[in-house]
């Protein structure tokens, strides 16, 4: 099982659009978009898990693709922060 980060997602965004968008490249586990505390309204990404495979072919397809307005940065998760000492630059 793979996760991915889903950036520059519009505010309308649903996790049934999402889930229709990237179910036609497998199955979606799992789908956790972060929203705003106040207005519920999407804050532009999310995460989702999916098959590695699957994950593979919907980055393929669909980083950089146009989504309800906003191109799509669509990548693996970042391991961030784990095993690094000291600050990032």
Do not use: W
Request: aromatic share 10%.
């Amino acid at each position: 099982m793979k996760r991915l980060f889903v950036g520059s997602l519009p505010p309308t965004t649903t996790e049934e659009s999402v889930q229709a968008l990237f179910s036609q490249f497998g199955t979606v586990r799992s789908i956790e978009l972060v929203k705003d505390l106040f207005s519920g309204n999407c804050k532009g990404f999310g995460f989702l898990e999916m098959e590695g495979h699957e994950a593979r072919a919907a980055i393929a397809e669909l980083d950089g693709k146009s989504f309800e307005g906003n191109y799509l940065k669509v990548k693996f998760e970042d391991d961030r922060g784990k095993g690094h000492k000291g600050r990032r630059r």
